[in-house]
């Protein structure tokens, strides 16, 4: 009997020590998993007097990889930007049971700027797959119109086995609405916006060393943060002049619950719009740039420079 794609679940949580897995409290809403274990397979062709070619395939290294779509779940999101960032989630309490969580970009030479290696657990119904020392590769979160905030995610790590089951216990919280998402370029507040994407690039690889078959270390490169903007062209339009001069401008998304009003911000205090694009396809005049967002102080949680910080408002107290 085929199995059902609708009774997976996912979820993830920052492991303690390197590549050791640790449980998972809450899991996380999920769309289009995938998990791959690749082995790279090492081919003897070596001559033995026979028209032939593969005389034996032996494994080599292997790694586990792992990518999803998943919707904005407050209570579980933290977890994607610290993996994305990897700063300490520093906690403060801003009311009655609501607390926020800044996170930023890791700067710690002596530990290689990493962030947190996670343990996914994904069960695709046939069995629950575990792949531990997982570090994010990418992160994509985008706001359109017609939708609800989407985030795409990679992450590299060891190779997935097979677990025992577990009680999968789901985030309980609202998807976030576009219309409920706000933002504002230069510290004005922008009405014109159509869609906003976002890239968090950790470029992470495989380090593979003598004698073990598993990674040495899933390892993160420098961060890159860019992305796009549609706009609605308005009288007095500034941002096609914005996008062909140096003008580096602060970028703040809000992304809110309606029902319960937990919040993510994104805030990005040097970015710079590009390559500009006017789209008279439409009854009105519309206009696509692109953004990259530069390295700069105000954002460093870390000291140092960095590109983006944020801030995530929700009902969990303790630390991701």
């Not at 290689?112 to 997982?134: E, L, R």
């Not at 950790?202 to 078959?213: K, M, V």
Request: aromatic residues 10%; contains cysteine; hydrophobic residues 40%.
């Amino acid at each position: 009997m085929p199995l059902m794609t609708a009774n997976s679940y996912f979820g993830l949580a920052p492991e303690t020590t390197y590549g050791t897995p640790v449980a998972i409290s809450t899991f996380t809403p999920v769309d289009s998993p995938k998990v791959v274990t690749e082995v790279t397979w090492l081919d003897d062709s070596s001559f033995r007097g026979s028209p032939v070619m593969h005389y034996d395939q032996v494994p080599g290294v292997t790694k586990g990889m792992y990518d999803a779509k998943v919707y904005l779940y407050a209570d579980v999101y933290p977890n994607l930007l610290r993996a994305a960032l990897g700063s300490t989630d520093t906690v403060a309490s801003v009311g009655p049971s609501k607390w926020t969580h800044t996170i930023g970009v890791a700067n710690v030479p002596s530990t290689g700027s990493q962030a947190p290696s996670y343990t996914i657990v994904n069960n695709s119904v046939d069995a629950p797959y575990q792949i531990s020392a997982a570090r994010l590769t990418d992160l994509s979160i985008a706001v359109s119109v017609d939708a609800a905030v989407e985030t795409t995610f990679s992450f590299i790590g060891n190779a997935a086995s097979v677990v025992a089951s577990v009680a999968a216990n789901e985030s309980t919280q609202h998807l976030v609405p576009s219309w409920n998402c706000a933002a504002s370029i230069g510290g004005a507040s922008v009405a014109v916006i159509e869609s906003f994407e976002v890239s968090i690039k950790r470029n992470t690889t495989s380090i593979h060393t003598l004698g073990a078959q598993a990674p040495y270390s899933n390892f993160q490169g420098p961060i890159t943060v860019e992305g796009k903007f549609a706009f609605v062209v308005e009288n007095g339009e500034t941002f096609y002049a914005s996008a062909l001069t140096r003008n580096q401008q602060q970028v703040l998304v809000s992304m809110t619950d309606p029902v319960t009003g937990y919040n993510v911000l994104l805030q990005m205090s040097a970015v710079q719009l590009e390559a500009p694009q006017i789209d008279q396809g439409k009854a009105y005049i519309a206009l696509t740039a692109n953004f990259v967002a530069v390295a700069n102080t105000t954002d460093a949680v870390n000291g140092g420079y960095a590109p983006i910080k944020t801030v995530v408002t929700n009902g969990t107290s303790s630390a991701y």
